[in-house]
């Protein structure tokens, strides 16, 4: 996983509410048995005619990922089927953070291990955010906070999870670092 | 003693190293279900470290997103939709012979939808953790178990130590007051919960459902409740576990009258206690229900039969009506259907077959209109076939087919053509969710097989009337 301090760059705006993973990635591309590669298929059936030909006026695939590494989605993204494949696909995509007003819980979970940033910020920053496409966007993780324009706002975001993000390290080590309290654990049930 | 809930119960004899502010607690994992699609990734994360499987006793899978409905052809070839739903079959069968996994591979006559064959191995009790890699893990809370769907990330966590990084979710309790009329379903009664929740409402939560209207169900009922909480966004859904819950369990579970008598004594605990305090609660009287059906495109967009999709007041829910196709101020009532699907973890299980074929018997499916009928299990298919359930199905014009998710997923080969209208007992009428432009309605087993009859989404009532009559006369 790489790391993640601070991020500066610009935003691709996806307005739609309750942007659930089967958007995300249609279920049909889950029968892999990889996580790589994913990004061709990211929010396939809003790219891509039936006839896999690109759908004209697609905001998705104007986007330049090497400029435009921040999606803004609006309210309850992630929601739905529990597929990491949402947030691989996103982050082969080239996104590294998601901003919405609201996140699904294992939506959000699952893009935290995978190193894509996932932020919830106030209604009005939202709204900001939402209504401004292409806009320059600091993600600043050590100090939980989000500037752009003339604003700047904090989010909340796990302390452990943000140190994970910030070393580049995922969270199976720490686990495991648990393991002689899970055999005491263990040995005093049985 | 501070009275506390159900959820806390369960929660907090499996804590193995509490919550800091600076790391999450660590979780105990009494169960873990497996699938083929959600796994493999997990299990190369576990190779590439030279980690081993952990607890292979405690972990349990079977196949069910990728495998076809449809039998092996007459050289024993089973119709995969594609080579690679066959080698992802094959990958889970490799994975468990490697690891000790149990497995209910595809030559298996137990096999089926992993939240169906779980309880029917007796391996699902109530005070349990349970997780798989699957947001309708939460289908087990109906047993009074904390169940929840994790990512493969997770998956790989718990095979290699047993355990979750958690932090203790909020806590929300959903009582169902009086009792529901006479033709209102368990899912009606869940569709009726979501709605008034909404799509997010849940998010953070562990819903425990309580109420008269909720212990009058059975658990088959139960599990259809408990299996859509995460369509309200909630993490899990909880039922207090009673009666009900050990004369099922009693089935199913190996154990000396002692033995279990001893375990009742403990499962009876587990019940929230008076006074106890929930982060939210919501009331709903049973009475004021009626069949439930889904006009948009989100879980919580349903209406009763008889009322009418509201006016959208966001751009989205404008999207999901234009999408669907339907006109606020209008009935969902009397729109055409193209396919109905009656299966899933929500409504595959063998009364949800009994009730479709109660008001499907003695007619015939509509000209033109594709009715699948997919039991969440074999075990569910074989008590359908000694009930003759099968010969109702097949006579009325329907399709009687093996075990698997089906067209709830549509990754299996089972979808619909563009633009076409289902109603489907399964949990989501996503965009797409049941085909490229498919449009979905939500409804029960008896609401599904009624629009099957009509051609059009119809009310179920006048028939299952029909059936009391006869059963009654």
Redesign the interface.
Known sequence: MDKFETLTSKTVVLREENIDTDQIIPARFLTTTSREGLGKQAFYDWRYESDGTPKVGSTLDQVNTDSHKILIAGRNFGCGSSREHAPWALTDFGFRVVISSEIADIFRSNALKNGLVSIVVEHEAHQWLMDHPDTDVTVDLENNTVRFGNHECHFDVDPFAKECLIKGVDQLGFLQSQMDKIEKFEAKRS | MAPTTLFEKVWEPHV??PEA????G?M?VDLHLVHE??S??AF??LAE?RLNVRRPESTFATMD??TPTLPPDAQGVVPY??A??R??VE?LSKNCAQYGIRLLDMDSDERGIIHVVAPEQGIVRPGMTIVC???HTSTHGAFGALAF??????V??VL????L?Q?KPKTMRVTVNGAAPRGVAAKDIVLAIIAKIG??GG??SVIEYAGSAITALSMEERMTVCNMS?EA?A?AGLIAPDQVTFDWLKNRIEASPSEFAQMVDTWRKLTTDDGARFDSEIVIDAATLSPMVTYGT?PDAGVGINDTVPEPS???ER?ALAYMQVASGALIKGTKVDNVFIGSCTNGRLSDLQAAAEVLRGYKVKSGLRMLVVPGSWEVRREAEALGLDRVFLEAGAEWRLPGCSMC???NGD?TD?GELTVSTSN?N????QG??ARTVLASPASAAAAAIEGVVADPRPYLEAAFAEMEA
């Open positions: 193995v190293v502010d600076d790391a999450p660590v105990y699609v959600t493999p990734q190369t994360q470290r997103h990728s939709v594609t690679a739903a080698r992802q990958q890699g699957d947001s769907g994790i990512g493969t990330t997770e790989g966590h290699a130590t047993q355990c990084l932090r799509i997010a998010t953070g995460i966004g993490r989100a966001t751009q989205a999207n997923i549509a990754m979808f563009p989501r996503f965009e797409g969710r490229r432009q």
